[in-house]
C-alpha cells in the first residue's frame, strides 16, 4: 500500500484549524439559539431551533465520525433520528402530530423529496461510464457474477432472515443488500490510492452497474405503484416502462450534445449561474418525468448523466458539488425522522435477523468476488481487495428501500430491518477497509488456489530465457516501459511480473517484446525466490506499494551486492524505504519537478509564441508512439 504520511506542520495547522472552527462554530450555534427563541415562543417557529440543533449536532457528530474515518450519512441519520424522538414521534406517524406541530408531514416530505432528487442528480453527474469501458470484459463478467450471486443469496436470505413474502418484496430487500455504495469505494479508493489499481478498476466498475440496475428497479417501483406483482398488465407496464427509460436516455443526450454544450460553455463564467441552472435543470427533467409517469428520481439521476458526458465534466462536479452535500442533509435527517416514528420493538425483536443480515453482506461480497476472479484469472489479493472494497449496502438503496416503504413494497417491520442491516454495513465496512491488506495476509492461504504460476523451467524452456543475471520488473507502468525499452536497445530481456491478465495477455502476443511476462502475484515472497530475485542483475518495484516494498527490501538485503529500486510519491516513505536498505528510491514527483525544473530553465527566456512549442510537439509525438505501440493495453499503463 501507497502511505502518504502528513507533514508535521501541516497537521498542527489543520489540528488549530478544527479547534478554532469548534470555537466558532459553538459561538454561532448558541448565537442563531438564541435570536430564534422570540420566533420559537411565538409560535410560529417550532421547527427552528429543532433544525438548528440537528445540523449542529450533525456537524460535532461529522468531526467525530470523520476521526474514526466513517461516512458522514451516519451523523445527519443520527441526528434526524435524535430530532424526530424529541419531538414525540417515536411509534407514530407525522400525521399524528400536525395539531401540535402544523405542516409537520408536508414540510418533512418535502424537504425529503427535493434531498433524494439532489443526490440522485450528483449521483448522476459522478457517474463515469469510463469505469466501464476502460475494461468492458472483466467488468461485465465480474459484475454480473458479483449482482447474480448477490440476488440469489441475498433473496433467498431475504426471506429466511427477514421474513419476506412473495417475489416483489424478497426482490427489492435482495437488491437493496446487493448494490455497493459509490461514497464508500470512492472513499476508500483514494484513501489508499487505489484508483487506478486493478481491483479498484473492477470495484468502480461494478459498482456503476449495479447503480445502474438499482436506478431501474426504482423506476419499476414508480410505475407499478408499488405493486410489482408479474401480472400480465404488470408486465406490460414495466416493458413500457423500459421504452420510456430508453427514449429519456436518447432525447438527454441529444439535449446535452446539442443544448447543454454550448450553454454551459457560457454558464462557467459564472459559478452562482451555473449553480442555479444546474438546479433548475435537475428539477425540470424531475417535474417532467414526474407529469409523464417515469420516475422523478429516475430523471433526475438520468439528467446528471446526461451532464456527465459534457467536456466540463470535472469542473461542473466541482462547482455544484455542494448539492450533493446539502441534498445529503435534507435526505438522511429526514431518514433519521421516519426512523423515529417506526416502532422501538420492530428493532430489538429483529436483532438476530439483522446481524445474519449484515454479517451475510460483509462477510459474503469479498466471496463473491473471489468466485468470480478465478472463473476469469483474477489474481486473489486483486479479487479480495475488490471485494473488501465493495462489501456494504449502498446509499442508493437506502433511497429505494424508503421509496418502497412509502409505496407499501415494505411493511415497517421490513424497512426497518433493512435500513439497520445497510447502515451496520457502512460501519464496518469502513473498518475492513482500513484493515484489508492485515485482512489479506490473514486470508492469504485459503485463497492461494487462485495463485496458480507458472513454474520457473516452464517460463524458461517457453521464452528461452536464464533466470540469471536478468532484470526483474514488479508491475507495468509508465516507468516499466522506459526500463524495458532501455534493455531493448541493448539487446536484453526482462522479466515482468504483474496481476493484470490484460497486459499479461497483451505481452504473450507481442513475440518481437524484448518483455518477458509472468502472471503472478509480486507480494507474495515465494515468487521472489523461485524465480531468483537474488540471481538478478537489478530488481525495480514500479509500484509505490509501500509495506511490500519494505518486505521486500528485508528479503534483498541478504544480498546487499543486488541494486533494488523502488518507486514512491512521498518524502516519508523515501526515507523509510532507504533506511531500510533499498538502493534508490524513485521518487517520481521529486524527478519530475526536477526534470520540468530543466525543461522550464531552457524554455522560459524563448518568446512566448516559441517557449515549450518543440517540447509539447515532442511530448505529443512521444506519447503517441507510445500509444500506437502498445495498442489497447495504454489505456491500462
Known amino acids: ?40 415562543a411565538g409560535g410560529g417557529g417550532w421547527l427552528i431551533m429543532p433544525l438548528g440543533l440537528m445540523l449542529g449536532g450533525a456537524m460535532l457528530i ?66 463515469n461510464l469510463s469505469d466501464i469501458t476502460k475494461r468492458t470484459g472483466m467488468i461485465i463478467s465480474n459484475g454480473v457474477g458479483y449482482m447474480g450471486f448477490g440476488l440469489l443469496v441475498y433473496y433467498w436470505a431475504a426471506q429466511r432472515f427477514a421474513g419476506t413474502v412473495g417475489f416483489s418484496e424478497s426482490i427489492f430487500f435482495a437488491l437493496c443488500l446487493a448494490v455497493p455504495s459509490s461514497i464508500l469505494v470512492t ?8 484508483e487506478d489499481s486493478l481491483h479498484g478498476q473492477i470495484a468502480q466498475g461494478i459498482t456503476v452497474l449495479s447503480t445502474l440496475l ?37 432525447i438527454l443526450m441529444l439535449v446535452s450534445r446539442f443544448i447543454l454544450e454550448p450553454v454551459v460553455r457560457y454558464l462557467l463564467r459564472s459559478s452562482e449561474l451555473l449553480f ?4 433548475g435543470y435537475c428539477m425540470g427533467i424531475a417535474s417532467i418525468c414526474g407529469v409523464l409517469g417515469i ?47 417506526i416502532d422501538g420493538n420492530l428493532y430489538s425483536e429483529n436483532i438476530g435477523g439483522i446481524i445474519t443480515l449484515v454479517l451475510l453482506v460483509v ?60 447502515l451496520v454495513s457502512f460501519i464496518l465496512s469502513a473498518i475492513g477497509q482500513s484493515l484489508q491488506f492485515s485482512l489479506f495476509n490473514g486470508f492469504q492461504g485459503l485463497l492461494h488456489f487462485m495463485d496458480r504460476n507458472k513454474e520457473p523451467s516452464e517460463l524458461s524452456k517457453a521464452y528461452d530465457f536464464e533466470l540469471k543475471d536478468h532484470v526483474v520488473l514488479l508491475a507495468y507502468n509508465e516507468i516499466s516501459y522506459e526500463i524495458a525499452a532501455h534493455y531493448q536497445s541493448k539487446g536484453e530481456r526482462v522479466l515482468l511480473v504483474d496481476t493484470d491478465p490484460e497486459i499479461i495477455r497483451h505481452f504473450e502476443a507481442q ?31 514500479c509500484r509505490g506499494l509501500l509495506d511490500t516494498n519494505l518486505e521486500l527490501a528485508e528479503h534483498m538485503g541478504q544480498t546487499p551486492d543486488i541494486p533494488y529500486v523502488a518507486v514512491t510519491t512521498s518524502h516519508e516513505d523515501a526515507l523509510e524505504l532507504y533506511e531500510k536498505g533499498v538502493r534508490y528510491v524513485l521518487q517520481t514527483d521529486y524527478v519530475a519537478s526536477k526534470s520540468f525544473r530543466e525543461v522550464f530553465a531552457e524554455e522560459i527566456d524563448k518568446p512566448a509564441g516559441d517557449s515549450f512549442q518543440d517540447r509539447g510537439a515532442a511530448h505529443w509525438k512521444d506519447t503517441r508512439a507510445i500509444r500506437d505501440g502498445l495498442g489497447e493495453i495504454f489505456k491500462f499503463v
Open 1 to 40: 500500500m501507497c502511505s502518504l504520511k502528513p507533514d508535521p506542520y501541516f497537521s498542527f495547522k489543520v489540528k488549530t484549524m478544527n479547534k478554532t472552527i469548534l470555537i466558532r462554530f459553538i459561538a454561532t450555534l448558541v448565537f442563531s439559539l438564541i435570536t430564534a427563541m422570540p420566533v420559537y
Open 62 to 127: 461529522t468531526i467525530l465520525l470523520t476521526w474514526l474515518k466513517q461516512t458522514n450519512i451516519l451523523s445527519f441519520i443520527i441526528m434526524g433520528l435524535v430530532m424526530g424522538l424529541a419531538l414525540g414521534l417515536q411509534g407514530s406517524g407525522l400525521a399524528d402530530h400536525e395539531s401540535h406541530y402544523p405542516g409537520i408531514a408536508s414540510i418533512l416530505g418535502g424537504f425529503q423529496e427535493i434531498g433524494i432528487i439532489l443526490v440522485m442528480f450528483m449521483a448522476g453527474v459522478q457517474f
Open 187 to 194: 472513499a476508500s479508493l483514494r484513501q489508499h490510492g487505489d
Open 214 to 250: 438499482a436506478v431501474i428497479f426504482l423506476a419499476k417501483l414508480q410505475a407499478t405503484s408499488g405493486i410489482g406483482e408479474a401480472t400480465e398488465s404488470g408486465m406490460v407496464v414495466n416493458l413500457w416502462l423500459t421504452e420510456q427509460l430508453l427514449l429519456l436516455v436518447v
Open 276 to 279: 442555479l441552472s444546474a438546479v
Open 295 to 341: 420516475s422523478p428520481e429516475a430523471g433526475a439521476f438520468f439528467a446528471g448523466i446526461s451532464v456527465s458526458t459534457l467536456p466540463y465534466r470535472l469542473d461542473i462536479e466541482d462547482k455544484v458539488g455542494p448539492l450533493k452535500i446539502f441534498g445529503a442533509i435534507l435526505l438522511f435527517l429526514t431518514l433519521g425522522v421516519d426512523m423515529s416514528g
Open 363 to 422: 462477510i459474503i461480497k469479498p466471496v463473491f468476488l473471489v468466485i468470480t476472479g478465478s472463473l476469469t484469472r483474477i489474481k486473489a489479493r486483486t479479487a479480495f481487495l475488490a471485494g473488501i472494497t465493495t462489501n456494504q449496502a449502498s446509499e442508493i438503496t437506502i433511497i429505494l428501500s424508503l421509496l418502497a416503504w412509502k409505496a407499501g413494497v415494505f411493511s415497517d417491520e421490513l424497512f426497518a430491518i433493512l435500513v439497520s442491516v445497510i
Open 511 to 541: 513475440k518481437e517484446s524484448n518483455i518477458v511476462p509472468l502472471y503472478a502475484d509480486f507480494m507474495d515472497p515465494s515468487i521472489w525466490v523461485d524465480f531468483k530475485f537474488d540471481q538478478a542483475k537489478l530488481v525495480v518495484s
